[in-house]
């Protein structure tokens, strides 16, 4: 029977080149599950595989979109199903690559609700935040939940709160009957066999890494290929695109009118600082939130 491999671990640890190998020595297809590997056009920003790679095992999950549309765990999940039943179909395994958690996750669990995202109702909400405020977001939410809302959800996080109030208004259900019918939903690959490996670094030496990989996309060209994504309107303000690491610090660097030598560096340095940042953050989520049968230590 084919089995589903995971390599999870954090940004910078050396997934593409372990996936490699492993890739080559157990007859796999790699499936990405890294969410800013799924735009178009946003290479080197996010270190995709290069074309040598992606020629010497088949690559899935990457190009699927371009920056400025939308793009879901349901929409990724259903894609991910499809690819799946198309390499076992080959007599491959699958090996799942990434570091973006919550896409990990939905092979092991359940990890989106059944409802179907409206961009008007989205608008209508960010009408009422523009026009009235977050406060009015929040009082709007705890009306729709009268029995209260979660301890679990963050109200001093406005995006946190618009997206609840968005399941609220779709569905026309309180969160604690959302979450019921969450806890119903059968879990992803039920079926399938799973072997989960985690790749851990010394934060020190992941830090000398992400160091040198900011210097080398600087070098290969990130300030051009954001300029591009701005010149053609891939990137918007506030999408998940342009917040993405590399990507929105390089668009504050170009909106300023001095791009000064010591400009540069700073662009570099704040690069590499929230990068480490959102290692510990991945370092966190992986330790609480998922469970691995190896871990490959360096």
Not at 117 to 143: P, V
Not at 245 to 269: H, M, N, P
Request: charged content about 20%; hydrophobic content about 40%.
């Amino acid at each position: 029977m084919k089995r589903l491999y995971i390599l999870a671990g954090p940004t910078a640890s050396g997934k593409s080149d372990y996936a490699l190998e492993f890739a080559t020595q157990h007859a796999c297809e790699i499936l990405s599950c890294d969410a800013s590997a799924f735009y178009k056009g946003m290479d080197i920003g996010t270190a995709k595989p290069s074309k040598v790679q992606q020629t010497c095992v088949p690559h899935w999950g990457i190009d699927l979109i371009y920056p400025n549309e939308y793009f879901s765990i349901k929409n990724y999940l259903t894609y991910a199903q499809r690819c799946v039943s198309e390499i076992f179909s080959r007599e491959h395994n699958v090996l799942v690559v990434g570091g973006s958690g919550f896409y990990l996750k939905s092979f092991l669990a359940p990890v989106a609700d059944e409802y179907e995202d409206k961009t008007s109702i989205m608008q209508e909400i960010n009408r009422w935040e523009e026009q009235m405020g977050a406060d009015f977001i929040l009082k709007k939410l705890k009306m729709f939940n009268p029995l209260g809302l979660p301890g679990s959800l963050d109200i001093c996080n406005l995006r946190k709160v618009k997206k609840a109030l968005l399941r609220c208004l779709t569905t026309g259900l309180p969160l604690h009957a959302l979450h019921k019918n969450f806890e119903r939903l059968q879990t992803p690959f039920v079926h399938v066999p799973k072997y989960a490996i985690c790749i851990l670094w010394p934060l020190e030496l992941l830090k000398l890494r992400v160091q040198k990989r900011t210097k080398h996309m600087l070098l290969s060209g990130l300030i051009e290929e954001v300029r591009f994504l701005l010149e053609n309107n891939y990137l918007l303000e506030n999408t998940p695109a342009a917040l993405t690491i590399g990507y929105r610090e390089t668009v504050r660097f170009l909106t300023q009118t001095r791009q000064s030598k010591q400009d540069l560096c700073a662009l570099e340095e704040q690069i590499f600082h929230n990068t480490c940042q959102l290692i510990k953050k991945q370092n966190t989520w992986l330790r609480h939130q998922l469970q691995f049968d190896a871990y490959l230590y360096y």
